[in-house]
């Protein structure tokens, strides 16, 4: 018998597009094979965009029980990572947390994160911005994706060109 996973995970951030999909495709996917697979998904948090997208999808009324629906502006993002997610499940269980988003402010190395946007690592799109509060956004986006990829033990990327560009700025040798 192969160890139980408990599983948390953080889509809170995802609020439209592909992302939303994506996290429709994960959470079906692991109702049909959470016990198989040895899987105990503990908690979802969701933005309401997602609760709403995910009445059109065929999931389980068991994997719904665990959304915990976030609705907050995205700067209060770390405060509701620091203070909001069980720390405690961290310390007495093992618990991979997986963030469907490349900012993670959880000292722990049992995080995976799942980087959805590719902007702040494009250099030559940032560059159209010219001096503005967007590519002020986007550098400190930048900063705390750099920061959020050293902390997490798993980095999984959606192409090998979004994984090129992320880690250009990161020197894992230095670790």
Do not use: W
Not at 15 to 32: A, M
């Amino acid at each position: 018998m192969s160890k139980k996973i408990n599983l948390i995970i953080d889509a809170s951030t995802t609020r439209s597009g592909g992302g939303l999909h994506f996290l429709g495709i994960i959470l079906k996917e692991i109702d049909c094979i959470e016990k198989k697979r040895n899987i105990n998904l503990l908690n979802v948090y969701v933005s309401r965009e997602f609760f709403e997208y995910s009445k059109s999808l065929k999931i389980s009324k068991k994997i719904i029980e665990k959304y915990i629906i976030v609705n907050f502006p995205i700067i209060f993002y770390p405060i509701f990572q620091f203070f909001f997610i069980p720390k405690k499940k961290f310390r007495n269980i093992k618990v991979v947390y997986l963030v469907l988003s490349s900012l993670n402010f959880i000292k722990n190395k049992n995080v995976v994160i799942m980087p959805q946007n590719l902007l702040p690592f494009d250099f030559r799109n940032i560059k159209n911005y010219g001096l503005s509060k967007e590519l002020l956004r986007l550098l400190v986006l930048r900063l705390l994706g750099t920061i959020s990829f050293l902390r997490s033990r798993r980095i999984i990327f959606l192409s090998e060109y979004q994984k090129k560009k992320s880690l250009k700025f990161i020197n894992f040798n230095s670790i």
